[in-house]
């Protein structure tokens, strides 16, 4: 069983920037993972993946540029390194996983869940 472990979110103002963690217990050796974001009142949007294979990454085409997905095999962790916070980033961030190795954008195709953890950009 694969658990999944968000943190590094906070209270930030416009221009900042931020990373978050996400600490994998389980076996996770050749998953895809990724972060969605849910705003209030929204649906839940991917953010980025990452392939286990080549380290190949995916963005949604608001956050590229300013966000970095990395993944530290090591430490089975993996990171999202966002800069140039704005009030549309606030959102609830989740970490997920799926055991096929593609970069997908689609909610139903991640098995595997975080909590999340709260991102608030606001002055």
């Known amino acids: 069983q694969v658990q999944l472990v968000e943190s590094g979110g906070a209270l930030v103002r416009p221009g900042d920037s931020l990373t978050l963690s996400c600490a994998a217990s389980g076996h996770t050796a050749g998953y895809a993972t990724g972060w969605f974001r849910q705003a209030p009142g929204k649906g839940r949007e991917f953010v980025a993946s990452?392939?286990?294979?080549?380290?190949?990454?995916y963005y949604v085409t608001s956050v590229q540029g300013r966000f970095t997905i990395s993944r530290d095999n090591a430490k089975n962790t993996v990171y999202l390194q966002m800069h140039s916070l704005n009030s549309e980033d606030t959102a609830i961030y989740y970490c997920?996983?799926?055991?096929?190795?593609?970069?997908?954008?689609?909610?139903?195709?991640?098995?595997?869940w975080g909590q999340g953890t709260q991102v608030t950009v606001s002055t």
């Open positions: 990452i392939r286990w294979s080549d380290s190949r990454t």
């Open positions: 997920t996983a799926r055991s096929f190795d593609s970069g997908s954008c689609a909610t139903a195709e991640y098995e595997y």
